[in-house]
């Protein structure tokens, strides 16, 4: 998985969430675009309750988009 995945789901328009899958079983959803940030090596994600998850790029398994809400 590479940041510019990430990004291109990030900057679609309209903005579709996507659950991200982790290589421990563990998925991630983001459900909406200022949730989360890319960075290098990985993508800070903002949780419910203001809790917030460095997530590695190297630990994604993959990404599928959700139905819009």
């Known amino acids: 998985m ?3 995945d990430v990004e291109e789901l990030l ?3 309209p903005f579709l969430p996507f659950r991200i ?3 421990d079983g563990n998925t991630l959803d983001v459900t909406r675009r200022l949730s989360a940030a ?3 090596n ?3 994600l903002v949780l419910p309750d203001d ?3 460095w997530i590695p ?3 994604v398994t993959s990404i599928e988009t959700l139905q819009a809400a």
């Open 51 to 53: 809790r917030w998850k």
């Open 11 to 13: 900057g679609r328009e």
């Open 42 to 44: 990985g993508v800070f």
């Open 57 to 59: 790029l190297r630990h």
């Open 38 to 40: 890319v960075g290098r």
């Open 2 to 4: 590479s940041p510019k």
């Open 21 to 23: 899958f982790m290589a």
